[in-house]
T-cell receptor, first 116, second 109 residues
């Protein structure tokens, strides 16, 4: 029943490790996103994919690499983790690519990453 | 630069009314969203305004004035479960969502 599901919910790891977060949506939406929410609670867009194609790639380190095998999945792989990567990462989806107004986002429950 | 301002925290009493303000300065405007986020959970959609005026949805209403770069979310008959953060987000001219930091609303009995 879960509309946007992401795993794992919690991730604790050491600096320098590589980790992945998976995301799947069963809403039939065309567009998927990765957001980072830091300790100050700002939501920052990282990536946006429309039908498996990258349409937004904000200024994030190239240690972060999204992969979209199909339009229902958008995974996030992070290499060489750093302390500053600690945050909550939210996956989201929307019906369209945002070039129309009322494009409501449905978020996953979030993945809390802690880098030690 | 682009900027969304909201109060950091507000406190209100159960059963009362509270108004959460949001002012924005963005490059263009294609609509304003309000989302609710309970602690440790995902943001969920509350409302969308693109024209000036008030949109009412049950206990929640959202107002927009484009000329003033201003919106508010009005919550009536407050319940304890309304304790959450309320996020204001504006869609700019490039259809990019610009998010505020959110207002943490604390409801007291």
């Amino acid at each position: 029943d879960t509309a946007v599901s992401q795993t794992p919910k919690y991730l604790v790891t050491q600096m320098g490790n590589d980790k992945s977060i998976k995301c799947e949506q069963n809403l039939g939406h065309d567009t998927m996103y990765w957001y980072k929410q830091d300790s100050k609670k700002f939501l920052k867009i990282m990536f946006s994919y429309n039908n498996k194609e990258l349409i937004i790639n904000e200024t994030v380190p190239n240690r972060f690499s999204p992969k979209s095998p199909d339009k229902a999945h958008l995974n996030l792989h992070i290499n060489s983790l750093e302390l500053g990567d600690s945050a909550v990462y939210f996956c989201a989806s929307s019906p369209r690519d945002g070039s129309s107004g009322a494009n409501v986002l449905t978020f996953g429950a979030g993945s809390r990453l802690t880098v030690l | 630069g682009q900027n969304i301002d909201q109060p950091t925290e507000m406190t209100a009493t159960e059963g009362a009314i509270v108004q959460i303000n949001c002012t924005y300065q963005t490059s263009g405007f294609n609509g304003l969203f309000w989302y609710q986020q309970h602690a440790g959970e995902a943001p969920t959609f509350l409302s969308y305004n693109v024209l000036d005026g008030l949109e009412e949805k049950g206990r929640f209403s959202s107002f927009l004035s484009r000329s003033k770069g201003y919106s508010y979310l009005l919550l009536k008959e407050l319940q304890m479960k309304d304790s959450a953060s309320y996020l204001c987000a504006v869609l700019d001219s490039n259809y990019q969502l610009i998010w505020g930091a959110g207002t943490k609303l604390i409801i007291k009995p």
